[in-house]
């Protein structure tokens, strides 16, 4: 048995190496073990899979061992989103496994267990799991696994949050181009879309073991083509636009407005979302953390907190401020931001990684429900995306730029110790350091008051992950060379 380890989100391997039938199973009886002790053979256990290599086998697999263990199993009937099994999760009371590794590569597979509570289980819940391999449980009731669609009970959720009415009637001058990233996400976003009678264009629509060669996951670098048909269409937009008829009339009259594009794309299990706005440029996480929360509270009279991680910009909590809303900070992983969701019950929660859900649905991230909050915010706002960051711009005072250098070394060891360096000093780059925070690594605010640098170890290999952000591109290179 080669070792296995629950991250920040899940246990990870490469298929046919440490992701073998072996410790599927082992992984497998241990929660079984774990749902057992904790809740009694009567717990229903719903899995589901995304589009990677043998994730269907193995979770079949999983079913059917936790079948012949006593348990009943509803067995997602497709491909499924993550954020769709924790639904169910949630509604039918149920604990869930979800077979995906997210937006690793694609050579990668995972378990994430899912409690009822709907959202990533705590370190103390994962650690109980490990400390489970190698047992088994017994039983004498007869276990049963059910095919079962997920998909209707999510979507009458998503259709009581989102107003598509609004969006049918007021999302003029726009278009949406969803890429579908070869991901789990196809059969859901998009048929939300069509549902509502909403006009869309969509391409990469179609499940893809190896993503089309790239990444599962929604950045600029693995989103070219989407960018590409953003920028053209915005050029024969602004092209039809200069035209004239007669010498006189423009080509668009009134009743007709020119319509640019914005593009939606999800990770390999949709659990986290990317943006790209009429421009062709990547909306950062952020951002659109910022600009979701206004409208939730502004718009749709939404009351509550806030939940950010360590690493979230400074620009959150400036927003914050200024609409009077209470910030709670977390460390970074999404396990420790859904905890928060049930403490607090936040108006919205996430991480700069890319991932969110809202107050009233789970607390686990869903990037499915944040691409569809960002075409209701359009449509109630009457502007485009550009336009709202503008704006955003324009409340907060200032520009923030982050960036994020990770740096391998060679043990654990090294890591420890080169945060206990950091820890210890009192200026970095000629700028005093005025607070510290150790929640997660440590995080040093500096004296101009929009400059910080979070040193953390990675969760699951010897990395030291430094982010950096300021309002100033020559203050974040000062950092670097001084880090370096």
């Known amino acids: 048995m080669s070792e296995i380890k629950f991250g920040t989100d899940g246990w990870r391997a490469i298929v046919g190496k440490d992701f073998n039938k072996e410790n599927v199973e082992l992984v497998t009886k241990a929660i079984g073990k774990y749902v057992f002790d904790n809740y ?13 290599n043998m994730a269907d086998e193995f979770s079949l697999l999983s079913a059917n061992l936790l079948k012949d263990m006593g348990f009943k199993v509803l067995y997602s009937d497709k491909i499924v989103p993550t954020p769709v099994l924790a639904y169910n999760a949630k509604l039918r009371d149920a604990c869930a496994i979800m077979f995906t590794a997210s937006h690793n590569p694609p050579e990668y597979l995972g378990i994430k267990f899912i409690p009822d509570y709907a959202g990533p ?6 650690d109980e799991i490990v ?31 989102i107003d598509f009415q609004k969006i049918r009637e007021n999302l003029t001058g726009s278009h949406i181009l969803f890429d579908g990233l070869y991901s789990s996400s196809i059969g859901y976003f998009d048929k939300l879309l069509s549902m509502h009678n909403i006009n869309f264009d969509a391409i990469h629509m179609y499940h893809d073991k190896n993503f089309g060669g790239g990444m599962p996951e929604p950045k600029p670098q693995y989103m070219k083509e989407a960018i590409e048909y953003v920028r053209y269409r915005g050029q024969e937009v602004k092209r039809l636009g200069s035209q004239v008829i007669d010498g006189k009339s423009p080509a668009f009259p009134p009743s007709c407005p020119p319509a640019f594009y914005i593009a939606l794309a999800n990770d390999g299990d ?8 009429e421009n062709g440029e990547y909306v950062t996480p952020n951002e659109i953390l910022a600009i979701l929360l206004m409208h939730l509270k502004n718009n749709k009279g939404y009351n509550g907190c806030f939940v950010k991680t360590v690493a979230g910009s400074l620009m959150l909590d400036i927003v914050c401020e200024k609409l009077g809303i209470d910030v709670i900070e977390t460390p970074v992983g999404f396990k420790h931001v859904g905890e928060a969701m049930r403490k607090y019950n936040p108006i919205i929660a996430g991480e700069e990684s890319g991932g969110l859900s809202i107050q009233g649905h789970i607390p686990e991230k869903d990037g ?10 359009m449509a109630f706002e009457g502007k485009s995306l550009v336009e709202i960051q503008q704006e955003l711009k324009d409340f907060v ?9 990770d740096k391998k070394l060679d043990n654990f060891d090294i ?11 009192d200026e970095i780059a000629g700028m005093k350091i005025i607070k510290k925070d150790d929640k997660d690594g440590v995080k040093l605010y500096l004296e101009d008051k929009k400059t910080w640098i979070l040193v953390r170890p990675s969760g699951t290999e010897p990395l030291l992950r430094i982010y950096v952000e300021s309002d100033s591109q020559s203050k974040i290179d000062n950092i670097l060379s001084f880090v370096k």
Do not use: W
Not at 140 to 150: A, M, P
Not at 397 to 405: D, M, P, Q, S, Y
């Open 397 to 405: 005072g200032c520009e923030f730029i982050n960036t994020r250098v």
């Open 415 to 425: 890591v420890k110790t080169s945060i206990e360096k950091f820890s210890s000093i």
């Open 368 to 377: 499915i429900l944040a691409n569809m909050l960002i075409v209701e915010v």
């Open 270 to 277: 949709a659990d986290r979302f990317g943006v790209i706005n």
């Open 131 to 161: 400390s489970n391999l190698g047992s088994e449980i017994t039983s004498q009731i007869k276990g049963k696994l059910i095919y079962t669609d997920f998909s209707r009970n999510y979507f009458h959720k998503i259709n009581e949050i």
């Open 40 to 52: 009694g053979i009567y717990k229903t256990i719903i899995i589901g899979y995304d589009p990677r």
């Open 121 to 126: 289980a705590t370190k103390e819940i994962t």
